[in-house]
C-alpha cells in the first residue's frame, strides 16, 4: 500500500513540472506579444505607413529648327503616346499579364526580337521546362546567374520555335516595358491612334502601370525637302547607352540618331518637367509637380528652304528628262554655299526615283578636268611653270601610252589650258613636279614624291580630306595611292583620286574666296525657345566664319587662275560658253571623267558667282553618263540652280526682276561638252 502510494504522488509531480515549464512559455510569449503591440507598436505602424519621394522626369519637346529667312522648317506636333512605369518592385509575371492585355489594343513591330529575348520569355513562360534544363546535382553548385545562364545556354531552336506569333506580339510590348526604370514612363508606342488610345483608356483599371500621355514628334514643314540632313530621332541606340547615361540621360529618352538632329543634340533636348512620385508600401499615392519642362533650344539654320525645294525639283526634272543617257543608275547632285563663308544655301542629291542627300557628302566620284583649276596652282606654286609659260598641245606618248587632249591646240598658255580645257598641259606641269622634262625625255626623279606633293597640294583646297561641315560624320573619297607614271598624268585631270560633291564646292569656293578654304557651316545660330514659334528668341551661341586654312599660292596666281575660271564661260572658245550671257558674270570649269571602261563620263561643272564679286559657289556631279550622248545635263543642272539663286535674291529685293528666258544667248559646240 505504502509504495502504491508514494507512486501516485511521483506522476501528479510530473505533470506540475510540465504545466510550469508551458505557463512560463507562454508568459513569455505574452510579454514579447505585448511588448511589440504596446511598446513598440506605434515604431511598427510608421514603418508600414513610411512614404519616400521619388523624383522623375518627364520630356519636353525638342527644338525646332529655322532656316536663313527665319521659315519654320521642322516644328514638333502632339501625339498620344503609350507608356508604362515599372512599380519599386516590378514583378515579371505581372508585367507579363500587362504586355498579354496590351496586344487586344496595340501591336508592335516584331522584326527587332532578338534570340536572347526569345530565350528569356521562354523561361518566363515556361518555367517547369526551363526548370529541367539544370540537373538537381548541377545547381547545387552554381549561383542564381549562373543557374539562369547555363539555362539560356541549353534551349534549343526547337524549345524556341514553340512560341507562336501571338506570343512575339506580347513579347514585343514586355520588351519595350522592360527597357524602363522604377518609376520613370517608358514609351511603348508613339504616335497612338485614336481607336487605339479609346480602347486603353476603357480599360486602363486593369492595366496597372499603362498611362496615355500627350507627346510630341517632329513635322516636316516642307515635306521631304531637306529631310534626310535635318535626321532622325528615336530611343537611343544600344551601342551609345552607357554614353547617354552617363551624360544624365534616361533610357527611355529620345535623342537624335543621324545629321542635324545627332549633331546638334545637346541644343535641341528639352529641359524636361520634374515630377515627384510619392509612395508608400510599393505604391504611387500622388505626384507633384517640382519644375515645368521647357522646349529644347532652336537653331537657325544656313539653308534656304525655297532655294533648296527649287534644285530639289530641278535635280528631279533633269535626271527623269535624261534617263536614256545614263549608263547605270540615274543621279546627280548640287552643292551651292557661300564662298565667303562657308554657309550652306543648298544641298541635294537624287538618284534613281528618290532623293539620295547622303550621297553629297558620302559619295565619292572621279570629277575630271574640274580640278585643273588646282593644278595650274599646284605648278605656279612649285616653280615649275610661271603664269606666262607657253607649252605646246598635242599627243604625247609617256610609260607606253599615248595621252592627249580632246583637240590639238598646239602652242597654248595657262589662261587658255583652263579656257579650253587642255589635258595636255597639265600633264606637263605634273610630269614637271615630278622631275621629268619631256622633251629631253629625262627624268622621272621622284614619281612617288610627285604623287605625294601634288595630293598635299589639293588637300589645301579640300579635295581628299574632310570639309569640316556641322555633322557627325563624311567621305573624304579614295585616295589612289602610289601607281604608275601614266595614272600620275591621269591624276593631274582629276581621273585617279576621287572625292564628294561637297568637297568639290569647298574647292571651287576656295579659288573664289582668294585662296582661303571656309568650314561649311548648315547652321548660323542657337537660340533660346521663344513663346511664340513665329520669333526668334535671344541669341546662345553664334557659328562665325571658320577659315580652314588658306592656301599657299601667292595672290597674283590665284587671281591669274580666276581669270582663266571665267574665261572658261566668257572666251570665245570656252567650254562653258553658253552660260556667257548670264547677267550674273559667271566663273567656272566644265569637267568629265572616264568611267566604266571609258564608255561612260562623269560630268561635272564648278562655278561661282557674280565673277568680281563671288556670293555664291556651286558644284554639280553627274556620274555615268554615256559619252556618245549629247546631254548636257550637268550644265542645265548647273544653270537651273544659278538662275534660281539670282532670281529669289532679286525678287526678294525686286518683285518685278526677271531673269532672261532659258536658251538664251547659247552657242555652244562638241568641245564644250567633252572637258
Known amino acids: 500500500m505504502t509504495n502504491q502510494k508514494k507512486k ?5 509531480a510530473r505533470l506540475n513540472l510540465l504545466f510550469f515549464a508551458v505557463f512560463i512559455l507562454f508568459s513569455a510569449l505574452i510579454l514579447r506579444l505585448g511588448m511589440v503591440q504596446i511598446v513598440q507598436g506605434e515604431d511598427f505602424t510608421r514603418e508600414l505607413e513610411r512614404t519616400s519621394n521619388v523624383t522623375t522626369r518627364i520630356d519636353a519637346p525638342r527644338g525646332i529648327m529655322y532656316d536663313r529667312n527665319g ?9 498620344l503616346s503609350l507608356t508604362y512605369t515599372q512599380p519599386p ?23 527587332s526580337i532578338t534570340e536572347r529575348d526569345m530565350k528569356d520569355y521562354w523561361i518566363l513562360t515556361r518555367r517547369e521546362q526551363a526548370l529541367d534544363k539544370v540537373t538537381s546535382e548541377e545547381r547545387k553548385g552554381l549561383s542564381n546567374n549562373e543557374e539562369y545562364q547555363l539555362t539560356l545556354d541549353r534551349i534549343t531552336e526547337n524549345d524556341l520555335a514553340e512560341i507562336t506569333e501571338e506570343e512575339k506580339k506580347v513579347l ?6 522592360d527597357r524602363g526604370y522604377a518609376l520613370s514612363p517608358q514609351r511603348i508606342k508613339q504616335g497612338l491612334t485614336k481607336e487605339e488610345a479609346h480602347g486603353i483608356i476603357e480599360h486602363l483599371p486593369d492595366l496597372p502601370g499603362v498611362e496615355i500621355l500627350l507627346d510630341s514628334t517632329r513635322k516636316y514643314v516642307y515635306d521631304d525637302t531637306f529631310k534626310s540632313f535635318f535626321g532622325r530621332t ?9 554614353f547617354y547615361l552617363s551624360r544624365g540621360y534616361e533610357r527611355s529618352d529620345i535623342v537624335g540618331t543621324s545629321f542635324l538632329e545627332l549633331q546638334y543634340e545637346q541644343a535641341l533636348r528639352g529641359e524636361k518637367a520634374v515630377v515627384e512620385n ?3 508600401r510599393g505604391s504611387v499615392i500622388g505626384t507633384s509637380l517640382d519644375k515645368l519642362g521647357q522646349r529644347g533650344n532652336d537653331l537657325v539654320l544656313t539653308i534656304d528652304m525655297e532655294l533648296q525645294k527649287q534644285v530639289e525639283e530641278i535635280l528631279q526634272r533633269e535626271v527623269n528628262k535624261n534617263r536614256g543617257a545614263y549608263l547605270r543608275n540615274p543621279a546627280a547632285y548640287v552643292v551651292m554655299m557661300d564662298p565667303r563663308t562657308g554657309e550652306i544655301y543648298a544641298m541635294a542629291g537624287y538618284e534613281g526615283n528618290d532623293f539620295d542627300h547622303f550621297g553629297v557628302v558620302n559619295k565619292a566620284f572621279e570629277m575630271g578636268s574640274t580640278i585643273k583649276g588646282a593644278t595650274v596652282l599646284a605648278g605656279l606654286h612649285a616653280g615649275v611653270i610661271n603664269p606666262n609659260t607657253i607649252i605646246h598641245d598635242a599627243p604625247i ?8 587632249s580632246v583637240t590639238r591646240m598646239g602652242n597654248i598658255n595657262s589662261i587658255t589650258a583652263l579656257e579650253r580645257s587642255s589635258n595636255v598641259y597639265m600633264f606637263h606641269i605634273v610630269m614637271r613636279i615630278a622631275g621629268f622634262n619631256y622633251s629631253s625625255n629625262c627624268c622621272w626623279n621622284d614619281v612617288a614624291g610627285a604623287y605625294g606633293d601634288f595630293r598635299n597640294y589639293l588637300h589645301q583646297f579640300g579635295l581628299g580630306v574632310e570639309t569640316g561641315i556641322d555633322l557627325p560624320s563624311e567621305g573624304i573619297g579614295v585616295n589612289g595611292g602610289v601607281q604608275r607614271v601614266g595614272n600620275l598624268l591621269d591624276f593631274a585631270i582629276g581621273q585617279f583620286d576621287t572625292y564628294t560633291p561637297l568637297q568639290l564646292a569647298q574647292y571651287v569656293s576656295t579659288i573664289a574666296n582668294d585662296g582661303y578654304r571656309m568650314k561649311p557651316q548648315l547652321v548660323k545660330e542657337i537660340r533660346q525657345p521663344s513663346s511664340s514659334k513665329q520669333e526668334l528668341g535671344q541669341v546662345i551661341n553664334q557659328f562665325p566664319p571658320t577659315v580652314m586654312n588658306r592656301v599657299e599660292m601667292h595672290d597674283d596666281h590665284i587671281k591669274h587662275v580666276q581669270r582663266g575660271f571665267r574665261q572658261v564661260i566668257a572666251g570665245s572658245r ?6 556667257a550671257n548670264k547677267p550674273y558674270q559667271l566663273a567656272g570649269k566644265t569637267g568629265t571623267a572616264q568611267v566604266l571602261n571609258k564608255e561612260g563620263n562623269n560630268q561635272t561643272f564648278v562655278a561661282y558667282a557674280p565673277f568680281d564679286d563671288p556670293r555664291v559657289a556651286v558644284a554639280v556631279v553627274v556620274p555615268n553618263v554615256n559619252r556618245r550622248t549629247n546631254a548636257t545635263i550637268s550644265r542645265d543642272i548647273l544653270e537651273g540652280v544659278t538662275d534660281a539663286f539670282f532670281e529669289l535674291e532679286e525678287n526678294r529685293q525686286n518683285p518685278s526682276f526677271n531673269l532672261p528666258t532659258e536658251g538664251d544667248g547659247e552657242d555652244e559646240d562638241n568641245e564644250e561638252e567633252s572637258n
Open 172 to 177: 514585343a510590348i514586355k520588351r519595350e516595358m
Open 89 to 111: 518592385r516590378p514583378s515579371e509575371q505581372e508585367k507579363l499579364e500587362v504586355a498579354e492585355r496590351l496586344t487586344n489594343y496595340i501591336e508592335l513591330d516584331t522584326s
Open 278 to 280: 510619392i509612395t508608400s
Open 234 to 242: 528615336g530611343s537611343i541606340p544600344r551601342e551609345s547607352l552607357d
Open 574 to 579: 570656252g567650254t562653258g560658253r553658253a552660260l
Open 8 to 12: 501516485k504522488n511521483h506522476i501528479p
Open 71 to 79: 521659315n519654320i522648317v521642322v516644328d514638333n506636333e502632339k501625339q
Open 397 to 404: 606618248r609617256v610609260g607606253g601610252e599615248t595621252k592627249q
